[in-house]
């Protein structure tokens, strides 16, 4: 584990890298990549790598300052020197104001950082964005910050003199800007010859560099004199992704359909070296990629992308894939109450990891043609799988059996959360049913539909409200005042914007039935968790929803609401708060953990009134989130894992 702060540790597990500036040669078969906030350097040839922790935020660029030492940005503005040698930091600054650091450029005394965002200083959570921006530092004089120029759509470039050369994007042109080291205006002017937004940006030469645009052109740039000496449009060859240089005249390209393409910038010819009708080389979709980052070294091409890592054999065109451990999407977690080591996860190409936290161990089992939505588990050594397709299976992770079919789907819902209730399995589907099940025999026990579609609502904003109301969420509590000696309450979360509570009737024959006893209508748009457990001391219902907001309830003051924060100003755009959890083994816990759609973790204190964590702990959003004995453990659809441990 490794120790962000006073308060959390944090490990993540997978492979992940989101553009080439995250992946570099450092020499001959070595090379560093990033997986959120890990470096990783790797030998190629020999299959080893030395993974090391930095930073709970994404790293966004690794870039080679000298013999031994990178220099790596972070996406919160973190900067770090790492001795790759010795693997060890060597120094480390947060340059104040700045966030969502995508390109950096750099010399022998300065570095020059490309950002998207720039942080509003009267609230630290409060992302402005639209206003791109290039910051030069001297990180030679404890990371001064010399200045910081304003301006959308940018990529800059150190030359060698320590000019700034800036291309930005505005009002459908591209200009050029010069600046000195003093951050003045040299030369400023229209490139006209260059069309479109410019998406990528790398150094030929010394006095070269190659822009990539939308819409498919590539331009080769004097830095020296200021003029654009080639253009390149790579006409139906599908989108392209990120580009490598293979040596002065020669850059390789990968397009969305898997293909390689090589250019000779000085012929402006393209030669396919992977042709169309090759696509056998590739035995499915993985390796296409948007947000993969590609080198050219000794024989091997190598590619990391959020699906894995490929070394792939120039010559023979074969490649080696060292597989991530979620292939296809994380979408579950669910951790034992017995068990504290134990995680479990699944993707969407029906792997179920069986994670152990005390051995950094993990073993796979496939569920088959299925793809994993939720898991559950009965606290002995079950866990219960959901899937898309309605079907719900069983593996014991003791026995280490093969996961069988225990329950068929018996309609068109996919399985959306399943809680355990002394004999009874539950379940909630996406088609609005709560479904009660004998745990034992898995006989169908009790069926109702919780959740009505709304027949003349057409609002896209809103799902598919027309068809079916999706239950997201639902939870079981069976130690409220409210309750009897038979009965139990259930509190599902929907689509249709709703929490709903309904008391389950068991009478003297065993015989089940279901009223509704409570509506609440506290959210502007879906209620995507829903937690009824204790906290403080006392008992809460908790939900998330993607109105940015979470609400706490007392089910004893006839579920009056005792707490409500608004996230909205944390983000820019939409986004959802995904999935909310408390403690599920410490009565006095008084913090919330909540997941969001942009991969950031917020830790809520509830007495302190205030966030004390908020970092984006994945690249993609989080599809599943656990939090018992002081642990909190996250998927994404980023194809990773995180854990994180709470210290008191």
Same mark, same amino acid.
């Given at each position: 584990m490794n120790k962000i702060n006073e308060l959390i540790s944090i490990h993540s597990f997978g492979i992940h890298t989101i553009s080439d500036n995250c992946l570099i040669k450092i020499k001959d078969n070595l090379i560093a990549f990033s997986f959120e906030g890990n470096i990783i350097i790797y030998d190629i040839e020999n299959e080893k790598e030395q993974k090391t922790f930095l930073s709970p935020s994404m790293i966004k660029t690794i870039n080679i300052l000298d013999e031994n030492n990178l220099l790596i940005t972070c996406e919160t503005g973190d900067i770090f020197i790492f001795d790759y040698i010795k693997n060890q930091i060597i120094n480390k600054c947060k340059i104040k104001g700045i966030t969502n650091l995508f390109f950096t450029s750099i010399n022998k005394d300065y570095v020059l950082i490309c950002h998207h965002s720039i942080l509003d200083e009267n609230n630290e959570y409060n992302i402005i964005h639209n206003k791109d921006g290039i910051t030069l530092i001297n990180y030679k004089n404890n990371f001064e910050v010399l200045w910081t120029k304003k301006s959308e759509n940018v &990529?800059? /470039?150190?030359?060698?003199?320590?000019? !700034?050369?800036?291309?930005? @994007?505005? $009002? #459908?042109?591209?200009? =050029?800007?010069?600046?000195?080291?003093?951050?003045?205006?040299?030369?400023?002017?229209?490139?006209?010859?260059?069309?479109?937004?410019?998406?990528?940006?790398?150094?030929?030469?010394?006095?070269?560099?190659?822009?990539?645009?939308?819409?498919?052109?590539? &331009?080769? /740039?004097?830095?020296?004199?200021?003029? !654009?000496?080639?253009?390149? @449009?790579? $006409? #139906?060859?599908?989108? =392209?992704?990120?580009?490598?240089?293979?040596?002065?005249?020669?850059?390789?390209?990968?397009?969305?359909?898997?293909?390689?393409?090589?250019?000779?910038?000085?012929?402006?010819?393209?030669?396919?070296?992977?042709?169309?009708?090759?696509?056998?080389?590739f035995e499915s979709d993985i390796i296409r990629g948007y947000n993969w980052g590609i080198l050219s070294i000794s024989k091997y091409y190598i590619i990391v992308n959020e699906t894995g890592f490929y070394k792939l054999n120039k010559e023979t065109k074969e490649y080696i894939y060292k597989k991530n451990i979620l292939e296809i999407s994380g979408c579950g977690v669910s951790n034992p109450k017995n068990n504290s080591n134990i995680f479990c996860y699944g993707d969407l190409k029906g792997n179920l990891i069986i994670f152990d936290n005390k051995k950094f161990e993990y073993k796979e089992i496939n569920i088959g043609n299925e793809m994993i939505r939720s898991i559950s588990n009965d606290n002995i050594s079950n866990f219960i799988i959901g899937t898309m397709s309605g079907n719900i299976y069983q593996y014991n992770y003791i026995e280490k059996n093969k996961p069988k079919l225990i329950i068929p789907k018996d309609g068109n819902g996919s399985i959306t959360c399943i809680h355990f209730y002394n004999d009874y399995l539950i379940i909630s589907t996406t088609d609005g049913f709560i479904k009660i099940y004998d745990k034992n025999t898995f006989n169908l026990i009790y069926f109702f539909k919780a959740h009505l579609e709304q027949k003349n609502n057409k609002n896209n904003s809103f799902g598919s409200l027309h068809l079916k109301s999706e239950i997201w969420s639902f939870d079981i509590y069976t130690k409220s005042k409210l309750n009897d000696e038979k009965n139990f309450y259930i509190s599902t979360g929907s689509e249709d914007q709703t929490i709903k509570i309904h008391v389950i009737k068991i009478n003297n024959n065993n015989n089940l039935s279901h009223e509704l006893i409570k509506e609440i209508k506290d959210n502007k748009f879906a209620v995507t968790c829903i937690i009824w457990n204790i906290m403080n001391n006392k008992e809460i219902i908790l939900s998330c929803s993607d109105d940015h907001t979470i609400n706490l309830y007392d089910p004893n003051l006839n579920f009056e609401n005792i707490l409500k924060v608004d996230f909205s100003n944390i983000y820019y755009g939409f986004f959802t708060l995904t999935y909310c959890a408390i403690d599920n083994n410490n009565p006095s816990n008084k913090y919330i953990v909540i997941g969001t759609q942009v991969g950031f973790l917020i830790i809520y204190d509830i007495i302190k009134n205030k966030i004390i964590f908020h970092e984006k702990i994945h690249y993609g959003g989080i599809e599943g989130l656990s939090f018992s004995n002081n642990t909190i453990s996250t998927c994404s659809n980023d194809c990773s894992f995180s854990i994180l441990i709470i210290h008191n």
């Amino acid at each position: 584990m490794n120790k962000i702060n006073e308060l959390i540790s944090i490990h993540s597990f997978g492979i992940h890298t989101i553009s080439d500036n995250c992946l570099i040669k450092i020499k001959d078969n070595l090379i560093a990549f990033s997986f959120e906030g890990n470096i990783i350097i790797y030998d190629i040839e020999n299959e080893k790598e030395q993974k090391t922790f930095l930073s709970p935020s994404m790293i966004k660029t690794i870039n080679i300052l000298d013999e031994n030492n990178l220099l790596i940005t972070c996406e919160t503005g973190d900067i770090f020197i790492f001795d790759y040698i010795k693997n060890q930091i060597i120094n480390k600054c947060k340059i104040k104001g700045i966030t969502n650091l995508f390109f950096t450029s750099i010399n022998k005394d300065y570095v020059l950082i490309c950002h998207h965002s720039i942080l509003d200083e009267n609230n630290e959570y409060n992302i402005i964005h639209n206003k791109d921006g290039i910051t030069l530092i001297n990180y030679k004089n404890n990371f001064e910050v010399l200045w910081t120029k304003k301006s959308e759509n940018v &990529y800059a /470039i150190l030359n060698n003199d320590n000019k !700034v050369v800036c291309i930005y @994007y505005s $009002e #459908g042109k591209n200009y =050029l800007i010069l600046y000195n080291e003093k951050g003045e205006i040299i030369l400023e002017k229209k490139i006209e010859q260059i069309k479109y937004n410019i998406k990528r940006l790398k150094k030929l030469s010394q006095n070269l560099i190659i822009c990539e645009t939308n819409k498919r052109y590539l &331009y080769v /740039i004097d830095i020296d004199n200021i003029n !654009v000496l080639n253009e390149i @449009y790579l $006409e #139906g060859n599908g989108e =392209l992704g990120e580009f490598t240089i293979e040596d002065l005249n020669n850059i390789i390209i990968p397009n969305k359909f898997g293909q390689f393409i090589i250019i000779n910038i000085n012929k402006i010819k393209k030669e396919e070296i992977i042709s169309k009708d090759a696509k056998s080389y590739f035995e499915s979709d993985i390796i296409r990629g948007y947000n993969w980052g590609i080198l050219s070294i000794s024989k091997y091409y190598i590619i990391v992308n959020e699906t894995g890592f490929y070394k792939l054999n120039k010559e023979t065109k074969e490649y080696i894939y060292k597989k991530n451990i979620l292939e296809i999407s994380g979408c579950g977690v669910s951790n034992p109450k017995n068990n504290s080591n134990i995680f479990c996860y699944g993707d969407l190409k029906g792997n179920l990891i069986i994670f152990d936290n005390k051995k950094f161990e993990y073993k796979e089992i496939n569920i088959g043609n299925e793809m994993i939505r939720s898991i559950s588990n009965d606290n002995i050594s079950n866990f219960i799988i959901g899937t898309m397709s309605g079907n719900i299976y069983q593996y014991n992770y003791i026995e280490k059996n093969k996961p069988k079919l225990i329950i068929p789907k018996d309609g068109n819902g996919s399985i959306t959360c399943i809680h355990f209730y002394n004999d009874y399995l539950i379940i909630s589907t996406t088609d609005g049913f709560i479904k009660i099940y004998d745990k034992n025999t898995f006989n169908l026990i009790y069926f109702f539909k919780a959740h009505l579609e709304q027949k003349n609502n057409k609002n896209n904003s809103f799902g598919s409200l027309h068809l079916k109301s999706e239950i997201w969420s639902f939870d079981i509590y069976t130690k409220s005042k409210l309750n009897d000696e038979k009965n139990f309450y259930i509190s599902t979360g929907s689509e249709d914007q709703t929490i709903k509570i309904h008391v389950i009737k068991i009478n003297n024959n065993n015989n089940l039935s279901h009223e509704l006893i409570k509506e609440i209508k506290d959210n502007k748009f879906a209620v995507t968790c829903i937690i009824w457990n204790i906290m403080n001391n006392k008992e809460i219902i908790l939900s998330c929803s993607d109105d940015h907001t979470i609400n706490l309830y007392d089910p004893n003051l006839n579920f009056e609401n005792i707490l409500k924060v608004d996230f909205s100003n944390i983000y820019y755009g939409f986004f959802t708060l995904t999935y909310c959890a408390i403690d599920n083994n410490n009565p006095s816990n008084k913090y919330i953990v909540i997941g969001t759609q942009v991969g950031f973790l917020i830790i809520y204190d509830i007495i302190k009134n205030k966030i004390i964590f908020h970092e984006k702990i994945h690249y993609g959003g989080i599809e599943g989130l656990s939090f018992s004995n002081n642990t909190i453990s996250t998927c994404s659809n980023d194809c990773s894992f995180s854990i994180l441990i709470i210290h008191n």
